[in-house]
């Protein structure tokens, strides 16, 4: 259980911050980095539920738990010594991976087959959950630099993968189910 009975500690005042096992790390860390990115996205889905009802909001508020999960798993470093750690560190879960994966078939199969590509907008929620979309790509492209240096989970990479899909077939479905995509014309204003 998480307890805040104080905001701010003046522990950072240094450009540094502690990550999940207590390092110091500065806060321009890849790693601080990437999660401090699922923390930005999931900002963007709260404001993208302003506009959600139903099922898409609750898709879209577990989605915001997720991310706090990703934060999690991000911020606590050496894999190897989870089994170590006075508690158990969160990690993301293949069938978080899995449950996406689902929601996505489901939203997908009632949207026509795409023949061009779309441009971010339509209705407000679309054009939201682009940029929910996009924010998700870079939390993904930052966790593969991040792999390179150091082992991070790899189903947090598959999340936020699969996420940036959810979001793009969400943002179809919220365009009355694609029928109000914004259709790119290439070489359209040459």
């Keep these: 259980m998480v307890v805040l009975n104080k905001i701010y500690t003046k522990t950072g005042d240094a450009g540094e911050t502690a990550l999940g096992n207590g390092v110091r790390v500065a806060k ?14 999931n900002s ?10 139903g099922d898409m909001d609750d898709a879209l508020s577990r989605i915001q738990n997720d991310l706090f999960d990703i934060g999690a798993d991000l911020c606590r470093p050496d894999m190897e ?41 339509g209705s407000r929620l679309a054009a939201q959950l682009h940029v929910c979309r996009t924010v998700a790509r870079r939390g993904e492209r930052l966790c593969v630099e991040l792999a390179t240096m150091e082992a991070i989970n790899t189903a947090a990479v598959k999340y936020l993968n699969r996420l940036s899909d959810w979001f793009f077939v969400a943002a179809r479905t919220a365009n009355n189910g694609g029928k109000d995509d914004v259709l790119w014309v290439p070489g359209a204003n040459r």
């Excluded at 991976?97 to 441009?119: H, K, T, W």
């Design 28 to 41: 321009h860390s890849l790693r601080v980095t990437a999660y401090g990115t699922s923390d930005e996205l």
């Design 44 to 53: 963007f889905v709260g404001v993208a539920r302003l506009e959600a009802e």
């Design 81 to 121: 010594k989870d089994a170590e750690a006075e508690y158990p560190p969160l990690r993301i879960a293949d069938t978080q991976v899995s449950r996406l994966e689902s929601e996505i078939d489901d939203m997908n199969a009632g949207l026509d087959p795409l023949r061009s590509f779309i441009l971010p907008g």
